[in-house]
């Protein structure tokens, strides 16, 4: 058992740096744990979001697929970041209510589109999770084709410059070579996350 001065500097989990997502795929991922922990709400935000019936922390609470994707980033579902906006759009982009897309592309319009999603009789928190949970493998799996493509791109291009035999190039040309190579992997590196 730790002292009180050792709790009190104790950085929740949701609030732990290394928790933050910092990709959309890492929001997708962590807006659908926290579906899957307190249920998917229809409707507002958040069930009785002005605290007249209930005390419990609004972050706890069963919420709407916008409300977990703004908790994913801020650790508050009212709370948006330039992340979980990014996040709303892409999935706007990528979901259909009634054979459509959404009608404009203003956040509030790309919210109502989402939140539409998730309002549709039926849905579940089952249903939701599975959805974000599929669209962030689809954009790590995309993010990773790009990856390579781009490191393909530096090999063609050392080739064409170098001659295609790496024994052969001058300590300067390796050097390039790799600090590329490095430039590609930093590019689509995890931000905040130290490698």
Not at 104 to 124: K, M, N, P, Q, Y
Request: hydrophobic content about 45%.
């Amino acid at each position: 058992m730790g002292t009180s001065s050792q709790t009190r500097s104790v950085t929740p989990l949701h609030r732990s740096p290394l928790a933050q997502p910092a990709t959309v795929p890492q929001v997708f991922r962590a807006a659908a744990r926290i579906l899957a922990a307190n249920g998917l709400h229809r409707g507002d935000f958040i069930p009785d979001a002005f605290d007249r019936e209930m005390d419990v922390p609004h972050h706890l609470r069963p919420m709407s697929i916008v409300a977990a994707l703004k908790c994913a980033t801020t650790g508050d579902p009212h709370l948006p970041s330039l992340l979980s906006d990014e996040a709303i759009g892409t999935l706007a982009l990528r979901l259909t209510v009634d054979g459509e897309g959404p009608v404009f592309g203003g956040i509030f319009d790309l919210e109502a589109h989402v939140d539409s999603w998730g309002d549709a009789e039926g849905r579940t928190a089952e249903d939701a999770v599975a959805m974000l949970e599929a669209v962030a493998v689809a954009l790590m799996v995309r993010a990773e084709d790009v990856e390579e493509q781009a490191l393909a791109a530096v090999d063609a291009r050392m080739v064409a410059e170098f001659g295609p035999v790496m024994a052969e190039w001058s300590p300067q040309q390796r050097d390039r070579y790799f600090g590329e190579l490095a430039a590609v992997h930093a590019e689509f590196a995890p931000q905040g996350v130290a490698a």
